[in-house]
């Protein structure tokens, strides 16, 4: 018996079509395989032709679906190819579809990784170290990575750094001069950057602490303290004091020192 299209309907949905065949319901299509078949009334198909078809729209599904996902912004192959597997889009399908949005430029890892650096040098505060690792995680091989990072100039992550550090800096006011530089070398390091470019960065970092600021502040957080413990008694108030500023960083005799100034007053 002849397989021939008795009736098109359109779905609720744009773009979509109902296919129907010998006056009974066969497949749905997209408007774009609706074209690219030319699929019609009175067309008559054979098994091959039903085949192709289908597969022909189980194609224009996944490009309709990465489209739309890139339409958001840019993504990498990998994350692409996890969204259509998502998806439910056969494995079989998505190198061709992957493939035909690289030739269109829609695609693209190794600018993705340009842009990516570059916006985050501009917006961001993660060092070098931190980038890769989320790139690489974004699946986008080494080499390009490493040939992203290559287009930088290192002077940028310098200047990144220190606007960084002053920030951490301004944090770190009530603690010890040695305590506060330890904190912001750390912050750095978690950030992502590296150990001589910390270096750089530290050596430019303008401390304004001098010994007689950082006795004062001691004094002044060792008061706080004080009566902040005021409930305790003798050794007992004595020791947490001397505890919580030496977690601030403060030399252990100079701490001494004022708490036997306040211990007689």
């Known amino acids: 018996m002849a397989q021939v299209i008795t009736k098109i309907t359109t779905q609720k949905r744009k773009g979509r079509y109902n296919i129907f065949i010998n006056d009974k319901y066969a497949f749905p299509v997209s408007e774009n395989t609706l074209i690219q078949f030319q699929l019609a009334k009175g067309l008559e198909l054979s098994d091959a032709d039903i085949e192709q078809i289908q597969a022909g729209e189980v194609v224009a599904q996944a490009n309709s679906l990465a489209l739309n996902y890139l339409s958001f912004q840019p993504r990498t192959v990998a994350e692409l190819r996890k969204h259509l597997l998502e998806g439910e889009i056969p494995e079989s399908v998505i190198p061709q579809v992957i493939q035909r949005l690289t030739e269109l430029n829609y695609l693209d890892d190794a600018q993705y990784a340009r842009q990516y650096i570059e916006e985050r040098l501009r917006l961001g505060d993660k060092g070098p170290t931190v980038l890769r690792q989320k790139l690489r995680q974004k699946g986008i091989r080494d080499d390009l990575v490493q040939a992203a990072f290559d287009e930088i100039d290192p002077k940028a992550w310098i200047e990144l750094g220190q606007t960084v550090a002053e920030k951490l800096q301004t944090k770190q006011h009530h603690r010890a001069h040695h305590d506060a530089v330890r904190r912001v070398q750390?912050?750095?390091?978690?950030?992502?950057?590296?150990?001589?470019?910390?270096?750089?960065?530290?050596?430019?970092?303008?401390?304004?602490?001098?010994?007689?600021?950082?006795?004062?502040e001691l004094e002044?957080?060792?008061?706080?303290?004080?009566?902040?413990?005021?409930?305790?008694?003798?050794?007992?108030?004595?020791?947490?004091?001397?505890?919580?500023?030496?977690?601030?960083?403060?030399?252990?005799?100079?701490?001494?020192?004022?708490?036997?100034?306040?211990?007689?007053?």
């Open 220 to 265: 002044r957080q060792a008061e706080k303290q004080w009566r902040q413990k005021r409930q305790y008694q003798g050794y007992e108030r004595r020791s947490k004091v001397k505890q919580a500023l030496y977690r601030k960083g403060f030399d252990l005799d100079a701490i001494d020192q004022v708490l036997t100034r306040l211990e007689q007053e």
């Open 186 to 216: 750390q912050g750095l390091m978690q950030k992502g950057f590296s150990s001589d470019d910390i270096a750089k960065i530290m050596a430019d970092l303008p401390w304004e602490d001098t010994a007689d600021e950082e006795q004062a």
